[in-house]
């Protein structure tokens, strides 16, 4: 059995979910870089560009510019939930104009533990997440 990692945070929107995780280096800019009918990142350059988020725990530093992308048009293809490390406005608007839940202000940085395709809780009710490494 894995080992899970257990890190307590702030909720910014509530909800629970456990998805597989996405994650993003660099910070996430929005509306003016995405393409609202696939759900995915069109900045040229950018490490997720052109990867689905649909169903996944999306995982990045903060959200860059227009951070609220994900309210713009993401419909079915959201991700289950946002983990950030450094929150805005923008970020908890979106969050729940489309009722995702969402993550920030952690006791350690989720970003040190949490690698792409690792299984991740969120658990923004009780201020949690919780990762499952990949095997």
């Known amino acids: 059995m894995s080992e899970k990692i257990r890190i307590p945070g702030r909720g910014e929107y509530p909800g629970k979910v456990e998805a597989e995780a ?3 280096p660099k910070p996430l800019e929005g509306f003016a870089n995405n ?3 696939r759900g995915y ?5 950018h490490p997720l560009f052109g990867v689905p988020y649909k169903g996944k725990v999306l995982v990045y530093p903060s959200p860059r510019g227009s951070g609220g992308f994900m309210s713009y048009g993401f419909g079915d293809n959201k991700p289950a939930a946002f983990v950030h490390t450094e929150g805005c406005p923008l970020s908890v608007a979106c969050a729940m104009v489309a009722h995702i839940p969402s993550m920030t202000d952690f006791a350690d940085d989720p970003m040190k533990y949490i690698e792409t395709g690792d299984t991740v ?3 923004a009710d009780e201020g949690y997440i919780e990762i499952t490494k990949k095997q």
């Open 35 to 37: 393409n609202p009918g």
């Open 22 to 24: 996405l994650v993003s």
């Open 41 to 45: 990142t069109t900045e040229r350059g």
């Open 121 to 123: 809780l969120v658990n």
